[in-house]
């Protein structure tokens, strides 16, 4: 091919096919951060609650400290399968995890997939043929170690035969029996992904085959207390709202003694999504005021919090009929109506 030059017929493919297989980084693993304390502490830094979901990390993380002691190599990494409503932090905590372990973090959406071949390629002879997302997803993580995260698991697909064949591939991604020698299509060799920690979340798994749950370890997200839903929203979430309207902490203040109104009023709904999305509207509303000069600095507090409240959720009200009023007492059946 290399005599024959770029005229000839195969030369392009042949080419990326080449490039996609010297991207793997077929003996490049990243070292893991087996320190207990601090992998405790970055997941408590960047997930609030979930405490025994950590707990399970770290009995891997333990487990992973005494086989490198003793020279073991073939250890594999556990499945975790995250359970829970949507915004109960499954995404969030997988991606607390990487960090814990010092890892890349790759996210695949599997509710997005259209067919199975999506994740494991296409062979090299066709058209526009490339690996799949699971190579794919090593390749950007330049490491044959990574977490990857593989979302709403429970979606995969509506068709009865497409669910089959996803299952079949997921049973073969999954059991550390098989992924030691995963084939990806395009690729055509054997591909190690037995030190790959998979994580999985799903609302529910009634639509998962009975094989591919008994690789799974299941670990179930309860929704949040009001409690704790403060919590989240003062310290995890208001950061990272300032950080989305690009204000400083002094331009948009929220006093201490009404974040459990604003979440009472923001946080009915299960999980902290929405919760999120209002006082990221509140935020920009407080972004205009400062850019029109009217005000150097926006502070809520006791006096205009119920006004806040009602300007974040017109919409949501109009829709589902909900009462978001802080000061009074939710509207009775008969009154909606």
Not at 76 to 89: E, K, Y
């Amino acid at each position: 091919m290399a005599r024959q030059g770029h005229a000839a017929g195969e030369y392009e493919s042949v080419a990326k096919y080449i490039d996609w297989c010297l991207s793997i980084p077929w003996r490049h693993y990243i070292k893991d951060n087996i320190d207990l304390r601090s992998a405790k502490k970055v997941m408590d830094s960047l997930h609030y609650g979930s405490e025994d979901v950590k707990s399970v990390v770290l009995e891997y993380l333990a487990m992973l400290t005494r086989k490198y002691d003793l020279g073991d190599t073939k250890y594999s990494s556990p499945v975790l399968a995250f359970v829970g409503v949507q915004g109960s932090g499954k995404t969030c905590l997988a991606r607390a995890i990487a960090a814990a372990l010092g890892r890349p973090f790759y996210r695949i959406s599997l509710g997005a997939l259209g067919h199975a071949s999506e994740l494991r390629g296409s062979p090299s002879e066709n058209l526009g043929a490339e690996p799949g997302s699971i190579v794919r997803s090593i390749v950007r993580a330049r490491c044959m170690n990574p977490v990857i995260l593989l979302d709403e698991f429970d979606k995969v697909s509506g068709d009865e035969g497409s669910r089959k064949d996803f299952m079949a591939i997921m049973l073969e991604l999954l059991d550390p029996e098989q992924n030691s020698t995963f084939r990806d299509w395009y690729v055509d060799y054997p591909v190690d992904l037995s030190k790959i920690l998979f994580i999985a979340t799903a609302n529910r798994f009634t639509t998962i085959s009975r094989e591919l749950l008994d690789r799974l370890e299941f670990i179930e997200f309860n929704d949040y207390s009001f409690e704790e839903k403060t919590i989240i929203a003062k310290y995890y979430l208001f950061p990272k709202v300032l950080q989305y309207a690009g204000l400083k902490k002094e331009e948009f203040v929220i006093d201490d003694d009404v974040w459990s109104e604003l979440t009472k009023a923001f946080g009915k709904e299960q999980g902290v999504r929405r919760l999120e999305r209002n006082l990221q509207k509140i935020a920009r509303g407080a972004l205009k005021r400062i850019t029109m000069k009217e005000s150097t600095t926006v502070r809520v507090h006791k006096g205009n919090v119920d006004k806040y409240a009602k300007q974040a959720l017109p919409s949501i009200e109009r829709v589902r009929g909900i009462d978001y009023t802080l000061a009074k007492e939710p509207k009775s059946q008969t009154e909606n109506k």
